[in-house]
C-alpha cells in the first residue's frame, strides 16, 4: 500500500481547517458599509455573472444597491449558468439587464466609457489574456469608474500547488496576443492541480479530457493571482486601489483615473 507523505497530509489538513474556518466566519467583506455608498445606484456590467457573492446574503450584497446591471458571457452556453441568450436576459436579483455574448477579452461592441463600474467575480483567473482583458474592462468605464475584481485565493482552493503568476509573464501573454485557446499552461496545470479539492473534474482523465476543450468551457485557471501581482495590474493601469482584502478569495476594488 502507498500512503501519502506526512507533509502533504499536513498541508491537506490545514487547508481543510482554513476552508471551513472562512465558510463559518465569512459574513460581509470589510467595510462594506463604505463600499455599498461607492455603487449605490450607480449603472454597472458584470463580466461571467450573474454571481451569488453580489446577492443578498453573499460577501459582497451589491446587486439591490445598484441601479442597473448589464453582463457579459463569452457563450450561449456555460457551465455555470447553462443555456443564455443575449438581449434584454440578463438576471440578476430581481431585475433584468443587457446580456452581452462576447469574449471578456474583447468588448469592442461596447462604447468606451459606457459604464459607472464592472464587476467581475472568480472569472480573470479563467482569461488566457488578463492584462488585454482589463484593459477592456477599463476601457467601458467613465472617468472616475469603479473596477471591482474577486480571484480565488490558491492557498484555499485547487491551485494551491501550483506557483503564482508573475506580472512579467502577464506582460509577454498581451505583447504576444495570447489567444482565449492557448494551452500552454496545461502540463502544469495537470501536474500541480489537486483533484481531491474538485470532486467534479472527476478522474485525472476525465480532467484531461475536459481541459483539452478549454476552448469550448473555459473551466481551466489560466493563471494564478496572490495581492501582489493584482496590485501591479492596478499600478499598470493606473488605477487608485481603494480596498485591498485578502481570505478565501482575493478582492480588489479600483478607480479609474479621470486623467
Same mark, same amino acid.
Given at each position: 500500500?502507498?500512503?501519502?507523505?506526512?507533509?502533504?497530509?499536513?498541508?491537506?489538513?490545514?487547508?481543510?481547517?482554513?476552508?471551513?474556518?472562512?465558510? =463559518?466566519?465569512?459574513?460581509?467583506?470589510?467595510?462594506?458599509?463604505? =463600499?455599498?455608498? /461607492?455603487?449605490?445606484?450607480?449603472?454597472?456590467?458584470? =463580466?461571467?455573472?450573474?454571481?451569488?457573492?453580489?446577492?443578498?446574503?453573499?460577501?459582497?450584497?451589491?446587486?439591490? #444597491?445598484?441601479?442597473?446591471? *448589464?453582463?457579459?458571457?463569452?457563450?450561449?452556453?456555460?457551465?455555470?449558468?447553462?443555456?443564455?441568450?443575449?438581449?434584454?436576459?440578463?438576471?440578476?436579483?430581481?431585475?433584468?439587464? /443587457?446580456?452581452?455574448?462576447?469574449?471578456? !477579452?474583447?468588448?469592442?461592441?461596447?462604447?468606451?466609457?459606457?459604464?459607472?463600474?464592472? #464587476?467581475?467575480?472568480?472569472?480573470?483567473?479563467?482569461?488566457?489574456?488578463? /492584462?488585454?482583458?482589463?484593459?477592456?474592462?477599463?476601457?467601458?468605464?467613465?472617468?472616475?469608474?469603479?473596477?471591482?475584481?474577486?480571484?480565488?485565493?490558491?492557498?484555499?482552493?485547487?491551485?494551491?500547488?501550483?506557483?503564482?503568476?508573475?506580472?512579467?509573464?502577464?506582460?509577454?501573454?498581451?505583447?504576444? *496576443?495570447?489567444?482565449?485557446?492557448?494551452? !500552454?499552461?496545461?502540463?502544469?496545470?495537470?501536474?500541480?492541480?489537486?483533484?481531491?479539492?474538485?470532486?467534479?473534474?472527476?478522474?485525472?482523465?476525465?480532467?484531461?479530457?475536459?481541459?483539452?476543450?478549454?476552448?469550448?468551457?473555459?473551466?481551466?485557471?489560466?493563471?494564478?493571482?496572490?495581492?501582489?501581482?493584482?496590485?501591479?495590474?492596478? !499600478?499598470?493601469?493606473?488605477?487608485?486601489?481603494?480596498?485591498?482584502?485578502?481570505?478565501?478569495?482575493?478582492?480588489? /476594488?479600483?478607480?479609474?483615473?479621470?486623467?
Amino acid at each position: 500500500m502507498i500512503f501519502e507523505p506526512f507533509t502533504s497530509v499536513v498541508c491537506r489538513i490545514g487547508l481543510l481547517f482554513k476552508r471551513a474556518y472562512y465558510k =463559518i466566519t465569512r459574513e460581509q467583506v470589510p467595510d462594506f458599509a463604505s =463600499i455599498k455608498q /461607492l455603487f449605490f445606484a450607480k449603472s454597472g456590467l458584470e =463580466i461571467g455573472g450573474p454571481s451569488r457573492i453580489f446577492r443578498d446574503g453573499g460577501f459582497i450584497p451589491l446587486y439591490h #444597491l445598484v441601479k442597473a446591471l *448589464d453582463g457579459c458571457n463569452f457563450s450561449n452556453t456555460t457551465i455555470w449558468e447553462g443555456a443564455i441568450e443575449s438581449g434584454q436576459k440578463y438576471h440578476y436579483y430581481y431585475k433584468s439587464g /443587457l446580456q452581452y455574448i462576447l469574449e471578456a !477579452s474583447d468588448l469592442s461592441p461596447i462604447p468606451s466609457s459606457t459604464y459607472e463600474f464592472v #464587476l467581475s467575480s472568480n472569472c480573470l483567473e479563467h482569461v488566457a489574456n488578463p /492584462l488585454k482583458a482589463v484593459g477592456e474592462w477599463i476601457r467601458v468605464l467613465k472617468d472616475d469608474g469603479l473596477l471591482l475584481l474577486l480571484l480565488p485565493n490558491k492557498e484555499y482552493c485547487f491551485d494551491h500547488n501550483r506557483p503564482v503568476t508573475t506580472f512579467s509573464h502577464l506582460e509577454s501573454d498581451f505583447r504576444n *496576443d495570447t489567444k482565449e485557446d492557448d494551452l !500552454s499552461h496545461l502540463n502544469e496545470i495537470l501536474e500541480l492541480h489537486d483533484l481531491e479539492m474538485d470532486k467534479r473534474a472527476g478522474t485525472m482523465e476525465q480532467f484531461k479530457e475536459r481541459s483539452l476543450k478549454n476552448f469550448d468551457n473555459r473551466a481551466l485557471h489560466q493563471h494564478v493571482y496572490d495581492r501582489t501581482v493584482l496590485k501591479e495590474i492596478f !499600478s499598470h493601469f493606473k488605477l487608485e486601489v481603494l480596498l485591498m482584502h485578502e481570505g478565501k478569495d482575493f478582492v480588489i /476594488l479600483g478607480k479609474k483615473s479621470n486623467s
